[in-house]
């Protein structure tokens, strides 16, 4: 699991109003339905955001952290993963993720991605100039994935996910998906996460630089895994970096489209 239960995103370092924070109910092409949740900036940057969750889905800190960003002035839906394996809107403790992870597909999940970038294009979700993915842990893996799904989006971002090798889920690696990436790319991560080791991320790097790829990478020294955690006050200063750097990697593409 990314997070502890109790977890939630630290405060973005400039903090104004969301608008029409809600649930809904999207629609993937097989007409499954994906829950989501979306929020408008008061005070729009003219960026909007795809959020993907870690394994939980659509966990209570995803949803705060939709109104985090809009609170920086950026449109934002995150996504659940799993309207194909239960009805339940209930992410928290004692939810047992695994076996929905387990029934995840390739096909599904970039389907499910699609719906949410559709709809927060559409009026309704704000329809900003630029378009940007984020996600955390397995999310992470899927955000990269998206600069080859077609989507003309104007970057992608990823925390502390899994870059290079087989995924239990058979996603494929972003790190051998690199040569048919169009967006730019940026890649947080903790230097003490055990689970994604310095080879992991080299070899992603080595593949977008061969590749011709824009990319930004940065390791946070000491931080774990799942760092960006306001309840992990020891890692403060590495959420605070890390916020830095993604809304200034979505202020620095201010003059193009999405």
């Given at each position: 699991m990314c997070f502890d239960n109790d977890s939630r995103p630290p405060l973005p370092?400039?903090?104004?109003?969301?608008?029409?924070?809600?649930?809904?109910?999207?629609?993937?092409?097989?007409?499954t339905p994906v829950p989501a949740y979306a929020a408008r900036a008061e005070s729009p940057s003219g960026a909007g955001l795809v959020i993907l969750p870690d394994v939980r889905g659509l966990h209570a800190y995803y949803e705060?952290?939709?109104?985090?960003?809009?609170?920086?002035?950026?449109?934002?839906?995150?996504?659940?993963?799993?309207g194909r394996t239960t009805e339940s809107r209930q992410r928290g403790e004692g939810f047992e993720y695994e076996p929905h992870v387990m029934q995840l597909t390739t096909q599904g999940v970039m389907d499910d991605v699609t719906a949410a970038i559709e709809y927060i294009r559409t009026p309704e979700g704000g329809a900003p100039e630029r378009l940007y993915t984020t996600g955390f842990c397995i999310g992470g893996r899927i955000s990269?994935?998206?600069?080859?799904?077609?989507?003309?989006?104007?970057?992608?971002?990823?925390?502390y996910g899994w870059p290079a090798g087989p995924h239990r889920t058979g996603l494929p690696a972003p790190a051998d998906e690199a040569p048919r990436f169009t967006s730019p790319v940026l890649a947080l991560y903790g230097g003490a996460d055990k689970g994604i080791p310095p080879e992991a991320i080299e070899a992603f790097d080595r593949a977008m630089d061969a590749a011709g790829v824009e990319h930004r990478t940065v390791v946070y020294e000491n931080a774990p895994h799942s760092f960006f955690d306001r309840k992990a006050a020891e890692f403060a200063e590495a959420s605070t970096a890390a916020w830095k750097e993604m809304l200034d990697f979505m202020e620095a593409r201010s003059g193009e489209g999405g």
């Open positions: 370092p400039i903090r104004g109003g969301a608008l029409d924070a809600r649930e809904l109910t999207l629609t993937s092409r097989d007409g705060e952290l939709t109104l985090r960003f809009a609170e920086a002035g950026v449109h934002a839906v995150a996504i659940d993963y799993f990269f994935l998206q600069a080859a799904a077609g989507h003309d989006l104007t970057g992608v971002m990823g925390l």
